[in-house]
T-cell receptor
Framework: ETGVTQSPTHLIKTRGQQVTLRCSSQSGHNTVSWYQQALGQGPQFIFQYYREEENGRGNFPPRFSGLQFPNYSSELNVNALELDDSALYLC???????????????FGPGTRLTVT | GNSVTQMEGPVTLSEEAFLTINCTYTATGYPSLFWYVQYPGEGLQLLLKATKADDKGSNKGFEATYRKETTSFHLEKGSVQVSDSAVYFC???????????FGTGTSLTVIP
């Protein structure tokens, strides 16, 4: 069983640029969530994708957008980068169904984004 | 709004000591509650979960009970080991709106 993988591991961008981060879900999972984790803080929920559509969003501006592909891999795109976007970006996959009461997510190792 | 509040760390304990990490939440309805652990150099891992009031989640000697009356989900372990040194995150999931909330994390160091 392959776990959640993310690429790249590290990335340095300049303010105003755009960035794309990638995530491959764990085998058998159909849902991907993205989180932003600032240094010393807990993960902040950005959004989730299910069946290739956004299925829940946290308090992040529209310049944070995403995609989910038919193979359940996903991209996080951030436009007009700001210094405060510097953080660890985590991807988590899960198997979601409308009837389930719980929600177990499996996290990738993250992409460290630095905006200068 | 919805939120999770954890006790601030860092926490340092001697091996075999009793551990409690406090977690309280604010949410409407009946969220599911989780504890995640992040070992040094590794990603977040689910440690345990509880989906309704009075449920007790347990794993690897850790336990937490979903207390609706006190809106709490405190993590406990009777005898910690050096290998338990990690950062622990309390989290909740609300089905309505499909929203996830994490606490700020509590760093635990266990010394021999």
């Amino acid at each position: 069983e392959t776990g959640v993988t993310q690429s790249p591991t590290h990335l340095i961008k300049t303010r105003g640029q755009q960035v794309t981060l990638r995530c491959s879900s764990q085998s058998g999972h159909n849902t991907v969530s993205w989180y932003q984790q600032a240094l010393g803080q807990g993960p902040q929920f950005i959004f989730q994708y299910y069946r290739e559509e956004e299925n829940g969003r946290g308090n992040f501006p529209p310049r944070f957008s995403g995609l989910q592909f038919p193979n359940y891999s996903s991209e996080l795109n951030v436009n007009a980068l700001e210094l405060d976007d510097s953080a660890l970006y985590l991807c988590a996959s899960s198997l979601f169904s409308d009837m389930q009461a719980s929600y177990e997510q499996y996290f990738g190792p993250g992409t460290r984004l630095t905006v200068t | 709004g919805n939120s999770v509040t954890q006790m601030e760390g860092p926490v340092t304990l001697s091996e075999e000591a009793f551990l409690t990490i406090n977690c309280t939440y604010t949410a409407t309805g009946y969220p599911s509650l989780f504890w995640y652990v992040q070992y040094p150099g590794e990603g977040l891992q689910l440690l345990l979960k509880a989906t309704k009031a009075d449920d007790k989640g347990s794993n690897k000697g850790f336990e937490a009970t979903y207390r609706k009356e006190t809106t709490s989900f405190h993590l406990e372990k009777g005898s910690v080991q050096v290998s338990d040194s990690a950062v622990y995150f309390c989290a909740l999931w609300r089905r309505t709106g499909n929203q996830f909330y994490f606490g700020t994390g509590t760093s635990l160091t266990v010394i021999p």
